[in-house]
C-alpha cells in the first residue's frame, strides 16, 4: 500500500514537470514570435505609414474611429432602452422567452452576414451609395445584443432594496429606474459598452 502511494506521488510529480515543461515551452514559443514581430515592425517603420496621405493609414483609422461612435449612438441608446425593458417591464411568459432567443440569435450572428445584410439593406434596397452610416448601422446591429444582455444582467444583479426603497418613498417606477437604478448599474453598462 505504501509503496503505491510512493508511486503515485511520483507520477504526480513527473507529470507535473512535464505539463511545466510543456507549457513553459509554448510561452517561450509565444514570447519569441512576439519579439520577433515587434522588432521587425519597428525595423521597417517610417512615419509616412501612419499619414493622411494616399499610401497612410491615417484616414482609415479615423474612419474606424468614426464608425465606431456612429455605431455607438445608435446602439447604446436602443440597447441600454432594451435591457432596462427585459429587466424591469416584461413579464416572463412566451413572448419574453421568444424575445431572449431572438436576441441570443442576434449575439451569435457572424459578422460577414451582417455586413452583407447591411449591405443589402441600407445600400442596396435604400439605393444609396457607399456610406460610413450604412456601416455604422450594420455594426450596431452586432452590439445592440451585447449591451441589451449588459443592461439586463446589471439591473438584475442589483440589490432589490434599491428598487424596494425608492419605491417606498414614493417614486414611480420610471423615476426609480432613471434616478436609482440606472446610475447604480451605470459602472457595468459602461464597461459593457
Same mark, same amino acid.
Given at each position: 500500500?505504501?509503496?503505491?502511494?510512493? +508511486?503515485?506521488?511520483?507520477?504526480?510529480?513527473?507529470?507535473?514537470?512535464?505539463?511545466? &515543461?510543456?507549457? !513553459? =515551452?509554448?510561452?517561450?514559443?509565444?514570447?519569441? =514570435?512576439?519579439?520577433?514581430?515587434?522588432?521587425?515592425?519597428?525595423?521597417?517603420? /517610417? *512615419?509616412?505609414?501612419?499619414?493622411?496621405?494616399? /499610401?497612410?493609414?491615417?484616414?482609415?483609422?479615423?474612419?474606424?474611429?468614426?464608425?465606431?461612435?456612429?455605431?455607438?449612438?445608435?446602439?447604446?441608446?436602443?440597447?441600454?432602452?432594451? #435591457?432596462?425593458?427585459?429587466?424591469?417591464?416584461?413579464?416572463? #411568459?412566451?413572448?419574453?422567452?421568444?424575445? +431572449? %432567443? &431572438?436576441?441570443?440569435?442576434?449575439?451569435?450572428?457572424? /459578422?460577414? $452576414?451582417? #455586413?452583407?445584410?447591411?449591405?443589402?439593406?441600407?445600400?442596396?434596397?435604400?439605393?444609396?451609395? *457607399?456610406?460610413?452610416?450604412?456601416?455604422?448601422?450594420? $455594426? /450596431?446591429?452586432?452590439?445592440?445584443?451585447?449591451?441589451?444582455? $449588459?443592461?439586463?444582467?446589471?439591473?438584475?444583479?442589483?440589490?432589490?432594496?434599491?428598487? +424596494?426603497?425608492?419605491?417606498?418613498? !414614493?417614486? @414611480?417606477? *420610471?423615476?426609480?429606474?432613471?434616478?436609482?437604478?440606472?446610475?447604480?448599474?451605470?459602472? +457595468?453598462? %459602461? @464597461?459593457?459598452?
Amino acid at each position: 500500500m505504501n509503496d503505491s502511494i510512493a +508511486r503515485a506521488k511520483f507520477i504526480d510529480k513527473l507529470m507535473t514537470a512535464v505539463f511545466y &515543461c510543456v507549457a !513553459g =515551452f509554448f510561452i517561450l514559443l509565444l514570447v519569441a =514570435f512576439a519579439l520577433y514581430v515587434i522588432i521587425n515592425g519597428f525595423k521597417d517603420f /517610417s *512615419w509616412s505609414l501612419i499619414s493622411f496621405e494616399g /499610401s497612410g493609414i491615417g484616414n482609415l483609422f479615423f474612419n474606424t474611429i468614426y464608425l465606431v461612435f456612429l455605431s455607438l449612438l445608435v446602439s447604446v441608446p436602443l440597447g441600454v432602452a432594451a #435591457g432596462i425593458y427585459m429587466a424591469e417591464y416584461a413579464k416572463q #411568459g412566451k413572448f419574453t422567452k421568444f424575445l +431572449r %432567443m &431572438c436576441i441570443e440569435t442576434m449575439s451569435s450572428l457572424p /459578422s460577414i $452576414v451582417v #455586413g452583407l445584410f447591411g449591405y443589402l439593406v441600407f445600400i442596396v434596397m435604400t439605393g444609396s451609395q *457607399w456610406n460610413l452610416f450604412s456601416g455604422a448601422l450594420a $455594426v /450596431s446591429i452586432l452590439s445592440i445584443p451585447l449591451i441589451m444582455t $449588459v443592461t439586463e444582467d446589471a439591473f438584475k444583479s442589483l440589490p432589490q432594496g434599491y428598487k +424596494r426603497g425608492s419605491l417606498a418613498m !414614493g417614486a @414611480t417606477l *420610471w423615476q426609480t429606474i432613471y434616478k436609482v437604478l440606472l446610475p447604480a448599474c451605470l459602472p +457595468r453598462i %459602461m @464597461t459593457g459598452v
